[in-house]
């Protein structure tokens, strides 16, 4: 029965490179979803207008999260506008109200470097917070993330259809005598 060992060792392996294959898979999409917060809490004096840039680092997808928690003594007028060298890539007009509570998403047109937080009101003050999600990856640790995981999930289920196949001929199947053929 050696041979029955040598197939259950291969569906012990396939089965642990299966597995590793999924973990690997679940840690791959943590690890490319939009995991980086930057946040901003505000309390100033508004007159007109004020403006508050929010500097975003290491920012890789075009894809952000925005949430915004702003209340004011006054209608405010806000709006959120997404910059990349300068140039607008993006921006979420937010309305017009004395209390902001927002939560949504922006593909912008390019990668942010910062978001500027437009304030307008006649004369009023300002608490609350704007919190932006986002991306940041390294494309190599990526692309090696997936040609790991790749090979685990491939390797793995064909070692265990390798052995569960090979154990299940060698355990039910009728054992087969040689015989020479007489002349």
Do not use: Q
Not at 33 to 38: A, E, K, L, N
Not at 69 to 85: G, H, K, M, R
Not at 144 to 166: D, P
């Amino acid at each position: 029965m050696r041979r029955g060992r040598k197939y259950k060792c291969a569906i012990v392996t396939g089965a642990l490179l299966t597995a590793a294959g999924l973990l690997l898979s679940l840690w791959t999409m943590y690890y490319a979803s939009p995991r980086m917060v930057c946040s901003k809490h505000l309390a100033l004096h508004v007159e007109e207008s004020a403006a508050v840039h929010l500097p975003l680092r290491d920012v890789t997808g075009e894809k952000v999260y925005y949430l915004v928690n702003i209340t004011s003594t006054a209608p405010l007028e806000l709006s959120l506008s997404f910059l990349s060298n300068g140039t607008e890539v993006g921006s979420a007009y937010l309305g017009s109200h004395k209390a902001h509570v927002e939560k949504g998403s922006l593909t912008l047109l390019s990668v942010p470097e910062e978001v500027l937080i437009i304030l307008n009101c006649s004369s009023c003050e300002v608490r609350g917070s704007v919190t932006i999600r986002y991306s940041s990856i390294d494309v190599d640790r990526l692309m090696l993330l997936n040609i790991l995981l790749t090979a685990a999930s491939l390797g793995g289920v064909a070692l265990l259809l390798y052995g569960a196949y090979n154990y299940a001929l060698l355990r039910y199947s009728p054992p087969r005598k040689l015989a020479l053929e007489r002349e």
